[in-house]
Structures are given as structure tokens and as C-alpha cells.
């Protein structure tokens, strides 16, 4: 029975009195997209588990630990998405994106599935805003996506996130100093954890993301990748600093980060706050010119980021940062006896393809407990039509807010609703401390005789 009533652990439902919340997250993170020319792409919630291990990488905690894999029924490894890039690449291969005109630039919203100990900040299902850009090596590229993040923390009013950026290097100045690193680390091998013992071998620079003390202990005085780029990526590294700074965009170098997934070069970056405590990462991203070629493509330059919503709404709520508020019913419709009921649902459908919203009591209860629950609702205006007002087609509708009533007819409800609300909205409207002018509003020069 617990199983039943008890959601999956690090799993989290979002509630119709929150849902609002989330909405206005999720449509900044699209507007902006748009404003950059990302166009949403869609893929499924599960893939190949091959992709996964190409893609992410197989010296990956990700892969390693915390995939949702499983056979299906026809025994194929399957596995839940655990980041939204891989998936992404394989649909740009698939379905021939790449043939067209690049960059080709896609953003998504998604659900990821990682199997890791739930805490603050840290689920098993949770929630990514991304981007992927295919096929440009330009560090204009990398400074747009970070351009791109800034702006939705910008919208979305947060403050106090730091950008921190570092180059990787490419594959031919990685060698360089995986050698230094290794010999670094060996050093201390008999110190490190067993998994960054096995890391010495298969991938280095693994340890640096570590997350036992002893390790990063170590990792402190490790050699810094920054001091083994080649030519091409440092200066590659500094366009994209040029570019950051000719939008305005702070950030500092930090030559530890180098994200936790194994197809980045070139390009890192992190947006980290202070106020969520350890789990801090609200944005992760980079330039991953090897995955598509990877992933069975033709060599391609990319690059994305993956932005935590979980972590962002933490943030948001931490700092207070303003939310719109819930969405309340433009009319709530009272009626008592059956004839008033069918006029009520008349006019609620009419109100709703005049793109109002209008509610009323299904449960049909008695006059005082329907306004009870327009109270509930929040309702901006309410009617109230019984036998009377079925009668002599005549209702009176309250403004909740002020107060006020008048008088509407039945038969043309919506035109005279739409007068009504519109001139009490307005006359609510104060405009740099004066009265509204309706006249500028109907294109009308109310003040014309007061000049010349
Ligand atoms: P972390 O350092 O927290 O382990 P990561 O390096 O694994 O993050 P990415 O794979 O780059 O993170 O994912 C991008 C973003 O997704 C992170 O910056 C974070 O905001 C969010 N994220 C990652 N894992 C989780 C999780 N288990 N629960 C909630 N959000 C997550
Ligand atoms: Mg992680």
C-alpha cells in the first residue's frame, strides 16, 4: 500500500498552486531561445543505452553510476535520459539536420533521470532548460550560448550568479597534459579513492571533478589546463572572452572546472550561486567538437548548456526573485435553479470564445457556498443569476476587487462585460501618477483644446 501512495524517491510532483511558477520559468527559457534563433526539438524520454556510453562517455560517474537502464521486452538495453545532449546529436544525424544550412540551433526542455543520492538540489527525475548549437568552431558561437544563459537569469531577475569559464584544450593538447597530469597524480597514487585510481588510467582529468575531500585535496596543486593550450585554443579561449566583454558579460577563469561529462574541448563553463548551499551549479556547458563525429556523424563543431530548473526555482525562491502571479478566473458565474444553470453555461461558453476565462459551480451548491468558492478562486468579476435575473435578463456583476456593480444584460453578456472590465481596469490604471487618458488609448486627443 505505501508503494502506491509514496512518488519514487527524488522524485518531486508540481501542484496546480505552483504550476505557475514553473510555467513562467519555462517560457522565459523559450523566449529567450527565440530571441537567439534556438527552435525547440523534441526527442524521446528514452534511447539506445549505447548512446548514452558513446555520447556522455564511459569513464563518466553518469554513465557509471547513474543510468536508469533496463531490458524492454524485446531485450534492448534501454535507458532514460540522463542529460539532453546525446539524445539531441542523434536526432540532428537522424533526421538529416545536418544537411542543411549550419549552425543549426536547437533548444529543449526536458526531463532527465539520473540514479544519485536525492538531496537539496540533487534528484533523480529533474528538470533541464538546454541549448545545442551543431557546426559552428566560432567562439562567437560560445559566447552567444553563455549570452543566451545570462539572459534567462537576467529576465527572470537573479542575482548574485557567478559565470566561471575555462578552456579544456582540443584532443592534440589534452595529450600534453593528461601526461603531466598523470604524472601529477601518480605521485599520490596510494592517496587517491579506488575510482580515481582506476580514472589515472582511463581519463585523468576525471579526478579534478571528484568529490571525495582527499582527492580534491590533491587536485589542488594539480597542473592547470589553461598552461597547456595549444596555440589555436588559446586563442580561440580569448575571442570568447572578447566576445563576453563586448556584451558586458562578468565572469572569472576557474581552471578547475572540467564539467562531468566526457565530450567537452575547447570551451567550459558554469554558472554558480551561493545561495542554494552545495548543489550550486545552476548552468553547465561547453563546446563538444568531438561527440557528433562520435556518435557516427561527419566532424562537426558544437556546442550547449544544460540549465538545472530545479535548481533554478531553489534560487528564485531564495532570493525572493519575483514570480507573476497565479492565474485567477476572469468571471465567476453563480446560479441557482435549473433555468439560470442553462443560461450560465451559455454564457460561459461565449465568455471562453471571446478568450475569457469563466468558471462556475459544477457541484450546483447553494448561492452562499458558490460565492464562498469564487472567493476560493480569486475571481476577478462574479454574476449571481437566479429566477430573477432569468426573468427580466438583467444581472448585476461585481468587480471583486473595488467592489462595484452594474448592471448587464444577459442577452449580450460578453460585449457588456468586455465595457465594463475594460473602463474599471483602466480607470485603475494610473499612469505616471495621473488619470488614464482613454482618449490616447481610441486614438482620440482629449487635451487638444487646451494647446493652440
Ligand atoms: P553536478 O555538479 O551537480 O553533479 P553535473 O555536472 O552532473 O552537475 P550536468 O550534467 O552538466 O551537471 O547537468 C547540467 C545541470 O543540470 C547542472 O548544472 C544542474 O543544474 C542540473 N543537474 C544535474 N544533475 C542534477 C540532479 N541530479 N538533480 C537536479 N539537477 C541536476
Ligand atoms: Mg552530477
Known sequence: MALVTKAIKGTKDVLPKDVHKNQYIEATCLDTADKYGYKEIRTPVFEHTELF???????????????YTFDDKGGRSITLRPEGTAGAVRSYLENGLCN???PQKVCYLTSCYRYEKP???????????GVECFGTASPLADAEIIALAKSVFDSLEIKDLNLEINSIGCPECRAEYHKALKEYFYGRKDELCATCQDRLERNPMRILDCKSPICSEIAKDAPVVIDYLCDECKE???????????????????????????????????FVSNSIGAQGTVCGGGRYDGLV??????????LG?????????????????????????????????EKATLKAVEIAKDMRSEGFSAVMDLNQRSIRAQMKYADKLGSKFNIVIGDNEVETGIAKLKNMTSGEETEIALETFVSGFYNTSLSQQLSDL????????????????NNSDNEE
Open 430 to 445: 494610473e499612469i505616471n501618477g495621473e488619470e488614464f487618458d482613454f482618449g490616447s488609448l481610441f486614438g482620440l486627443n
Open 305 to 337: 548548456f544544460g540549465m538545472g530548473l530545479e535548481r533554478l526555482m531553489l534560487l528564485m525562491e531564495a532570493q525572493n526573485a519575483p514570480f507573476p502571479d497565479a492565474g485567477v478566473p476572469d468571471l465567476f458565474i453563480a446560479a441557482l435553479g
Open 53 to 67: 556510453q558513446r555520447g556522455v562517455g564511459d569513464t563518466t560517474d553518469v554513465v557509471q553510476k547513474e543510468m
Open 236 to 270: 580561440h579561449f580569448e575571442k570568447v572572452q572578447n566576445y563576453l566583454k563586448a556584451q558586458n558579460i562578468e565572469y572569472t577563469i576557474n581552471p578547475k572546472i572540467v564539467r562531468g561529462l566526457d565530450y567537452y574541448t575547447k570551451t567550459v563553463f558554469e
Open 119 to 129: 538531496q537539496a538540489g540533487r534528484l533523480r527525475e529533474f528538470h533541464q532548460f
Open 293 to 302: 563525429d562520435e556518435l557516427g556523424g561527419q566532424k562537426t563543431p558544437s
Open 100 to 102: 542543411e544550412t549550419l
